[in-house]
């Protein structure tokens, strides 16, 4: 590993705040309610197995992930807790690795079911299963108005241990809350009919991290946190809710400084021309590493506690800043491009808003040559 002083670029995870997060979402649950961290997508870029450590250690009840072969990760470097996997399964050798590693499996549909309790029988074998229901999110699950046939016919099978039924929300981080109250309406139609069949469900969850900060009758017996986990709010007007810190910073240093005359064009294309001579340093850090090319001459950096414009697009390995502003800047110094310095903050949200996407595809989009450094002290 080279040491943290000679990395030309690097990403920092702040572990004091990820523990942060997670008791004042845990103070923010009704009573009873319990957190499943949601650590699909490598922890959305924060490194999984050490996010996982963390999270439970400050007393996350589960977490989830999105692939068999994220959970076998988890498994692999000693993680016991339940791991829920929020993906279809259809394969009998992915039952056979679930089995083997001890994760819990979404059933989305009768066939899935089959196809578990058929292989399930043969290893002599009962697993915990969840439910999931479509509600309105079109995706995944089995419609809400047969929840009451889908149950039964998993209850069919001594193989399969019913954990939960759940759904998820589409809408929940809009001011209109019309699709998500529709949804709820529909997955508390789903209840009632079970009930009244007779079905007794040990857990029922509905809410992300959306419907967790913004309606506490969302709640249910268990919400899945995900974007709120790593400090970001998934809609502005929810920044009221509970005290977030950011946990994941992106640094690179200067690997060359220059003076470029007036009328010099910057970068591929001269899709910036200066009009006076500036000064530029070179970052060692690009879109290979995950900063998106859209952001070129979009983005600041912050540089000695100021913030720098990018000029020029953004490449593969390095980008462009004015410096005209820097008369003692070295070769060597560190440029924070997301994270804080003093009172100025550079948010995954004011990128997204920049080009037109969401924080939760910032997060992911940071490229595992980018060393994580894990920060442990507050």
């Not at 040491?3 to 990820?18: D, E, G, K, Y």
């Not at 001269?270 to 952001?295: E, M, N, S, W």
Request: hydrophobic letters at 45%.
């Amino acid at each position: 590993m080279i040491p943290l002083q000679q990395q030309r670029a690097w990403v920092n995870i702040n572990h004091h705040n990820l523990t942060h997060n997670v008791k004042v979402l845990k103070q923010w649950l009704n009573s009873g309610t319990k957190l499943m961290t949601v650590i699909k997508a490598d922890a959305y870029g924060h490194g999984a197995v050490k996010v996982a450590q963390t999270v439970i250690k400050a007393g996350v009840d589960a977490v989830a992930i999105a692939t068999l072969l994220e959970g076998i990760e988890l498994r692999q470097a000693g993680i016991e807790a339940p791991i829920l996997i929020l993906g279809a399964i259809n394969t009998a050798d992915e039952v056979k690795e679930i089995v083997k590693h001890n994760l819990e499996a979404t059933l989305c549909s009768p066939h899935q079911a089959q196809v578990f309790a058929d292989t399930l029988q043969s290893l002599n074998y009962v697993l915990p299963v969840h439910l999931k229901l479509d509600t309105g999110m079109s995706r995944l699950g089995t419609h809400w108005h047969n929840a009451v046939d889908f149950v039964k016919y998993v209850q069919q099978f001594p193989q399969l241990q019913l954990k939960s039924v759940y759904s998820h929300l589409a809408t929940a981080d809009e001011e209109d809350t019309t699709v998500m109250k529709l949804q709820q309406s529909r997955f508390e139609e789903a209840i009632f009919a079970l009930k009244s069949a007779n079905i007794s469900i040990p857990c029922l969850h509905l809410a992300n991290s959306a419907g967790t900060l913004c309606d506490r009758s969302l709640h249910y017996d268990l919400v899945r946190v995900g974007l709120a986990l790593y400090g970001l709010y998934p809609a502005p007007h929810l920044r009221h809710t509970v005290p977030l810190k950011p946990v994941l910073e992106v640094k690179a240093r200067i690997t060359q400084i220059k003076t470029i005359p007036a009328h010099t064009g910057v970068s591929y294309g001269h899709t910036f021309r200066c009009d006076r001579p500036l000064k530029i340093a070179v970052v060692g850090i690009g879109y290979a590493d995950g900063i998106p090319r859209l952001l070129s001459n979009k983005m600041n950096v912050i540089v000695q506690g100021k913030l720098a414009p990018q000029i020029g697009n953004i490449t593969m390995d390095q980008l462009m800043i004015d410096v005209t502003a820097f008369p003692d800047l070295e070769v060597g110094e560190i440029v924070t491009l997301l994270g804080e310095e003093g009172e100025i903050v550079i948010s995954a949200d004011d990128w997204a808003n920049a080009i037109g996407t969401i924080s939760w595809e910032i997060l992911c989009s940071f490229k595992h040559r980018l060393p994580r450094i894990n920060l442990y002290e507050a």
